[in-house]
Antibody, heavy 125, light 107 residues
Framework: QLQLQESGPGLVKPSETLSLTCTVS??????????WGWIRQPPGKGLEWIGS???????YYNLSLRSRLTISVDTSKNQFSLKLRSVTAADTAIYYC?????????????????WGQGTLVTVSS | DIQMTQSASSLSASVGDRVTITCRAS??????LAWYQQKPGKAPKLLLY???RLESGVPSRFSGSGSGTDYTLTISSLQPEDFATYYC?????????FGQGTKVEIK
């Protein structure tokens, strides 16, 4: 059974870089037809897709965050990572990693399943 | 970006009730819609995809329908474990976007 687990600091100072890692177990991150994505949820609010990456390095990003964002994949560790630069209080959220289905026939991303349990990142001095 | 609007931010219902949650897209999304259930402190869980296809292991009391811009999630007989927040998500175009959520509360 595929499982994902986020890890990283729970507190980041304003203007610094938020860094998170997602470790995938029970399956290979190099599987075809799957991207690996990040989604965030500000406390008490809705869900926002951040970006997703294929094991080869091909990526899709939410343009609203693109200028501050780096997503990478480490196939040797079965992990993928998120770096969000120049954070502000507006970046405070629960950050989830998830497997993101890719439809080869239509060349588009689909739904997210499964999800990691999520990790709360607070931006505060 | 495609905006997803869930008509109710919350609703109250009793065990055994039939519950319908609606989701409207700002443009047609050709059934490229998923529904998730989220319980407090937990990650969202996939319930349905392609608007009406039930994810493996999800109880059959959950169903989905719709076309074009308007979609619904129906719980045929609400169970105690169904009290949660439900989100729709379109994947017709990137960026994938979510509705704001509908919280199903105990009446």
């Amino acid at each position: 059974q595929l499982q994902l687990q986020e890890s990283g600091p729970g507190l980041v100072k304003p203007s610094e870089t938020l860094s998170l890692t997602c470790t995938v177990s029970g399956g290979s991150i190099s599987s075809s037809s799957y991207y690996w994505g990040w989604i965030r949820q500000p406390p008490g609010k809705g869900l926002e897709w951040i970006g997703s990456m294929y094991y080869s390095g091909s990526a899709y990003y939410n343009l609203s965050l693109r200028s501050r964002l780096t997503i990478s994949v480490d196939t040797s560790k079965n992990q993928f990572s998120l770096k969000l630069r120049s954070v502000t209080a507006a970046d405070t959220a629960i950050y989830y990693c998830a497997r993101h289905l890719y439809n080869d026939n239509w060349s588009n991303l689909n739904w997210f399943d499964p999800w990691g349990q999520g990790t709360l990142v607070t931006v505060s001095s | 970006d495609i905006q997803m609007t869930q008509s109710a931010s919350s609703l109250s219902a009793s065990v055994g009730d039939r519950v319908t949650i609606t989701c409207r897209a700002s443009q047609g999304i050709s059934n490229s819609l998923a529904w998730y259930q989220q319980k407090p402190g937990k990650a969202p869980k996939l319930l349905l995809y392609a608007a009406s296809r039930l994810e493996s292991g999800v109880p059959s009391r959950f169903s989905g329908s719709g076309s074009g811009t308007d979609y619904t999630l129906t719980i045929s007989s609400l169970q105690p474990e169904d009290f949660a927040t439900y989100y729709c998500q379109q994947y017709y175009s990137t960026p994938e976007t979510f509705g704001q959520g509908t919280k199903v509360e105990i009446k």
